[in-house]
């Protein structure tokens, strides 16, 4: 069972160009989380979703980033006319369905985004 | 507003010693508290995960414990390795409906050989 999958690894984009971090969850989980960490910071929570539909987004910047967890295929956080500031390390965490919260979360390995 | 905070920022033991890393948290309203480690460069490793309901978990020569009540959660690794230098961070779970994790800064652990 292949974990939770993330790709690029790396991404480097020039300023205003658009970003697409792409995430996989592990089998059987429909719970998709992003978050990021910004250089010697602690991870920040961006959005929460399940299939199809974003559960949480109070994390999410006001502009420019977007996410979506389409029915079929992984999920895309999209970052348009990306800035130096967003220049940081994407992570993706699934979880298995449930109706609490008391289940684990297990991280991909990051995008790391470089703007220049 | 959930805040974590993790004591101390950074720690450097030789190795062989036994060491406690340090969580707490301002709302006591949590469904779960998750240990992970990070590598540099690396995604992060899922280490301990506490139930609100329970005190402790055991994974080798890992302990943590829950303190829900005082809000505080520590991580005790026996006899360190220098395998075990990393950056330990804590978790917690939000309630039903917003299951996100909110995280600590993490503590930097080196263990001299």
């Known amino acids: 069972n292949a974990g939770v999958m993330q790709n690029p690894r790396h991404l480097v984009r020039r300023r205003g160009q658009e970003a697409r971090l792409r995430c996989s969850p592990m089998k059987g989980h429909s719970h998709v989380y992003w978050y990021r960490q910004l250089p010697e910071e602690g991870l920040k929570f961006m959005v929460y979703?399940?299939?199809?539909?974003?559960?949480?987004e109070s994390g999410m910047p006001k502009e420019r980033f977007s996410a979506e967890f389409p029915k079929e295929g992984p999920s895309i956080l999209r970052i348009q006319q990306v800035v130096r500031g967003d220049s940081a390390a994407y992570f993706c965490?699934?979880?298995?369905?449930?109706?609490?919260?008391?289940?684990?979360?297990?991280f991909g390995q990051g995008t790391r985004l470089t703007v220049v | 507003k959930q805040e974590v905070t993790q004591i101390p920022a950074a720690l450097s033991v030789p190795e062989g010693e036994n060491l406690v890393l340090n969580c707490s948290f301002t709302d006591s309203a949590i469904y779960n508290l998750q240990w992970f480690r990070q590598d540099p460069g690396k995604g992060l490793t899922s280490l301990l995960l506490i139930q609100s309901s329970q005190r402790e978990q055991t994974s080798g020569r890992l302990n943590a414990s829950l303190d829900k009540s005082s809000g505080r959660s520590t991580l005790y690794i026996a006899a360190s390795q220098p395998g075990d230098s990393a950056t330990y961070l804590c978790?917690?779970?939000?309630?039903?409906?917003?299951?996100?994790?909110?995280f600590g800064s993490g503590t930097r652990l080196q263990v001299q050989p």
């Open positions: 979703l399940q299939k199809e539909n974003i559960i949480d």
């Open positions: 965490a699934s979880s298995p369905p449930g109706t609490q919260g008391n289940t684990e979360a297990f």
């Open positions: 978790a917690v779970r939000r309630g039903t409906g917003r299951r996100a994790l909110t």
